[in-house]
């Protein structure tokens, strides 16, 4: 049987008028895990019966795949799961870094006190987190953490090139966690994070938020290399 022909893998369970935005993660985290494979076609009409919904949030979550480049839309026939490629997958992680780095360096420079104060705090109280080995909350935490040096940096511009990127690279961000100890050395990336904005030094930030980003995408690329089994070297976007 061709790709094109396989039939929808069930989707995850998710409460009934679930949001685009809940179905795109959710659906995200299948194709990221390798449940669901490339070729497959994501029908419209089945997942809006599976998760309860209308065709409109399953037609939105389906353009935000296709805006990951974890979907792809083919004219006259649909949407399919798209070929995941390591070298974009490091392409995009490449250029994630340098934009957190410019964040991070601007972050330490135009934070307000009560700023920098509210990030140490954050830092902290994760540590709780990682103690219970709560990833689902910590996973949450790491989100909030990030938008919160994007914040600081005072750059609206920056932050919108940030965020787009980052949005991009979710599914695989949140894929880290499932790396045998990758809670407790994410806290300790983030605490030279925060202890460089602290004393001022936005070099030893932007090296340190850097070096992190390119962590992630090591404990992506493993994760995703383990259980994903249409993880491969080339995509549709690599030349030949």
């Known amino acids: 049987m061709t790709p094109e022909g396989m039939e929808q893998a069930a989707p995850p369970r998710l409460a009934r008028g679930a949001q685009s935005g809940d ?4 659906v ?16 419209e ?10 065709r409109t949030p399953v037609r939105e979550a389906l353009g935000q795949l296709c805006a990951m480049g974890l979907a792809e839309r ?7 799961v798209a070929a995941l490629s390591v070298t974009r997958l490091q392409d995009m992680f490449e250029t994630m870094a340098e934009l957190e780095a410019s964040a991070s360096r601007l ?3 135009n934070m307000t006190p009560a700023e920098r104060q509210q990030l140490e705090t954050m830092h902290l109280d994760s540590a709780a987190l990682v103690k219970a080995g709560a990833m689902e909350a910590y996973a949450a935490f790491n989100i909030e953490f990030h938008q919160a040096l994007y914040a600081g940096s005072h750059n609206s511009f ?8 980052r949005n991009r690279l979710a599914p695989f961000r949140r894929a880290q966690f499932s790396v045998l100890g990758r809670l407790a050395h994410s806290y300790e990336e983030h605490d030279a994070v925060v202890r460089a904005i602290l004393r001022g030094d936005s070099d030893a930030a932007a090296r340190a938020i850097r070096a992190h980003v390119l962590t ?15 993880f491969g070297d080339k995509g549709p976007g690599d030349a030949e």
Do not use: W
């Open 23 to 26: 179905i795109a993660r959710l």
């Open 28 to 43: 995200a985290e299948q194709i990221v895990s390798g449940q669901m494979e490339p070729g497959l076609r994501l029908d």
């Open 45 to 54: 009409h089945g997942l809006a019966r599976s998760f309860g919904v209308s």
């Open 74 to 80: 083919r004219p006259h026939r649909g949407v399919f």
């Open 107 to 109: 972050a330490t420079l």
């Open 158 to 165: 920056l932050l919108e090139l940030v965020e787009a990127t």
């Open 216 to 230: 992630v995408s090591a404990a992506s690329a493993e994760y995703v290399s383990t259980y994903g089994p249409g």
